[in-house]
């Protein structure tokens, strides 16, 4: 623990109680990882107010103090982004819990940062909506974490990312004053600040309240199980879907190695042992006969596409089983192996099928096992490396390989993460898409919220890789002490 | 060396497509690339010149003042279409009719129909995050970009996003530019998202009072229908004698009828179908009549206090020219009003959370009043920070307000 977090921790057990101020190595490390097992960092201090008064007290003090903080909510990321290391304190949202408003009339909750995500969504059923963003950590994913990672999931194809749902966020800034963004309406209060919030990785700021619009809960549902004998006939068969103008709630894809996984664990789902690739379409709506007849239409083009069977779920408790071997895919995947590298790549949907056979390419090259199980209907990767993290040349031909994939997803158009952020993980990749400038561009507005960059520090931007900026910081504070009522309208209109 | 004359030097001597008429008597350049762009921008960030950026005129007025016009039109190719992946990629010159035309020639759709002019530029629609009545259904402008890529006001050219469907790499600026007037720089290309050619595209309409339609309207969202767009029409705009609902389906066959179905169900069966051509030329007026108005602005509210803010804005500045959308809220209004007038209704709509939008007006009235306004506290400071930073000599001129926009 460095001198100066360690310091701090009266003053911190002073805001939000001893209680939950972690200071242990043995309660330290529970925090050492998210959900991905390849980075580690025990951070200095824990702490979880209660409050959002008792994060903007933290926030004040980290500030005046010049100790770094990173936010975090479940830890369920796939970046390494929550992470934070003895010279920091980490800030968990957890115990900020709460739904604080549920309107069904304007379709529209306002949640604080540690709510659930399946319990937002349970919550929201009660009146025939949901909140549609659906992680396949939805269970134990907060709120907070999604909108600061900008969370996709498998059914984001149809209703959209984390992003499209957000329409208004309270925000503790890096130097404790609180701040709104957005409108109970959406319509932003000038420039989209919203916008900019959402997926900006605890690296601006702590939102402590999250207005999210909800969208009615379809009446009518098909899932539909598809099996291919090869990779390029199943990823055909994906832009097939998708040209038809058909719009599928998801479309998912899993390959024989994922598949195997999936069937070899207690998440088993029927999948068929020897197809070379499953797609699982699910089609959605308001009217039976609608979907019915998209459904019909969506298998017809599979089997046009190859597919050797087509399955559809003959109800709830089928559609479950099926979905449960999806999302639970990675979990099933550690049987293969302790340590898991888990990729996020993003390529145009018509590249999918050269984009698979190069990952083939490459884990054959390096004797790896790569599973894919990914958001195909976006072209969002996910290919997934198991192997041995305590073998030193096993480990760093996963290296050459993680770079290589990346390296390929880039050459065909594409980029290195749809849903999961950049963390820690894919710093590195940065340069490979973004020049110095437009790094230097992203760094000078994190400067703006932050113009010591003290939240989440060394995550993102690779500072190494940007090109100088002239452009200015915020501008000073005021006096006045922060608050989150809306003020005069005259006083600070520009 | 006049200022024309120096632009001849830098960009070519076709560079300028003319003198403006006095008293502006300002050169109008039309850089051909978005290099050109940058070098032009980082050539007046070291003059010191003020450059008011344009793209057909057809929109905001140009007449903002400033030593350079910089108009957008000869960035007018359209680098890609991606039938696909359901991507395009266009620069920020090229006309939306034009965009349209090409991406339906490959089964294509930009599900966005902004007020103006058929031939308004897609950096306009973009910088002032326009959309029209298909944000029911598709949602906000911000939602059909998937990358920028924009010049700063001192000349550095910054990529935001990509052309992927989904991307969280590095901080959004991509979004960012939606809707911020140019303040952040120059937008020069995009890449769009795009959906496939509606199969079915139906439009169904009640005419009748006010509190008719909007009743209605109140039974199309409560039966749970997912139309593309559910918008309340002003009589001038919906050019009849009565206020005018309009509902359009668009999508797949099935989608359709089943939407259709719903449809027929609610509001006693009296939700008329128009054919193809009387629902295209509806559709049309509804979004070029603003362009027939010198000002427009846009609120945001909660589809439940939609007829609320409505008699509000019929109290304070008239309604003769309306388009409202009870599903999100969103009221758009066109126009004549005083600068107390508006900044009156701003301080109203802010006490209810209710941002008011000043998407168009002459200077005068743009620079008295400001696109955005009535900040929460702590956003002015940090929307000035972000001006400074991609703008740091305060050369495009913006009607922010803030002391660096001019």
Known sequence: MST???????????????????????????????????????????????TRD???????????????????????????GALADGEAVLLVVTRLNRILDLDPVNRRATVEPGVVNARLSAAAARHGLQYAPDPSSQTACTIGGNVAENAGGPHCLKYGVTCNHVLALEVVLPDGSVTQF???????????????????????????RITVRLTPLPRAVRTLLADFPTLRAAGEAVSAVIASGIVPAALEMMDRSCIRAVEDSVYAAGYPRDAAAVLLVEVDGRVDGAVAAEAAQVEAILRMRGARTVRAAADERERERLWQGRKKAFGAMGRLARALVVQDAVVPRSALPDVLETIEGIAATHRLTVSNVFHAGDGN?????????????????????????????????????????????????????????????????????????RMNPGKVVPVHACREWAGATRSPARASPPRAEPVSPAAEAV | MSIADKLR??????????????????????????????????????EGWRVRVEGQGSWMPTDAPAEVALTTRRLDRIPAIHPQDLSATAEAGVGLDRLRQHLADRGVWLALDPPGLAGRTIGSIVATATAGPLRQGFGPVRDHLLGVTFVTGDGRLVQGGGRVMKNVAGFDLTRLQAGSFGAFGVVVLVHLRLHALPRADRTMVLRG???????????????????????????ALGRSEQWTLAVRLAGSVPLVEGEEGVIRGVAGGRLEPLRAEEAQALWTWAAQGFAARPLTFRVGGLPEGAEELLDLIQHQVGDEWISASPGTGTIRWGGETTVDRLQRLRRTLAALEVPLTLERAPWELRRAVGHFGAYREGVGPLVAGLRRTFDPGARLVVATGDAGGG
């Open chain 1, 54 to 80: 008792e994060v903007v007290e933290v926030m004040r003090l980290l500030s005046r103090s010049g100790v770094a903080v990173v936010p975090r909510g479940a830890g369920t990321g796939l970046s390494g």
């Open chain 2, 209 to 235: 009072s006010r509190e008719t339609v909007a009743a209605a309207a109140e039974e199309v969202r409560q039966a749970g229908a997912a139309p593309a767009a559910l918008e309340v029409l002003s009589p």
């Open chain 1, 381 to 453: 990767l996910h290919p997934n490396i198991s192997f041995d993290a305590g073998d030193p040349a096993l480990t760093a031909r996963v290296e050459r390989a993680s770079a290589e994939i990346m390296r390929a997803c880039i050459r065909a158009g594409g980029t290195i993460t749809g849903e999961h952020g950049v963390g820690l993980d894919k710093l590195r990749y940065m340069p490979l898409v973004f020049d110095g400038d437009s790094l230097a561009a992203m760094r000078a507005v994190r400067r703006v919220f932050d113009p010591a960059e």
């Open chain 2, 9 to 46: 030097a830098l960009l070519g001597r076709d560079a300028i497509l003319e003198i403006t008429a006095p008293p502006d008597q300002t050169p109008r350049v039309a850089p051909d690339s978005p290099d050109a762009v940058a070098l032009l921008l980082g050539t007046a960030q070291e």
């Open chain 1, 4 to 50: 100066t977090a360690r310091s701090l921790v009266p003053a911190l057990r002073e805001i939000v109680g001893a209680r939950y101020v972690r200071t242990a190595m043995a309660e330290r490390v529970t925090y050492e990882m998210d959900g991905l097992p390849t980075h580690r960092r025990t951070p200095g201090v824990v702490v979880l107010p209660g």
């Open chain 1, 182 to 208: 957005g409108s109970p309406g959406g319509e932003p209060w000038g420039p989209d600040l919203v916008a900019l919030f959402v997926g900006s990785e605890g690296c601006f700021g702590i939102a402590t």
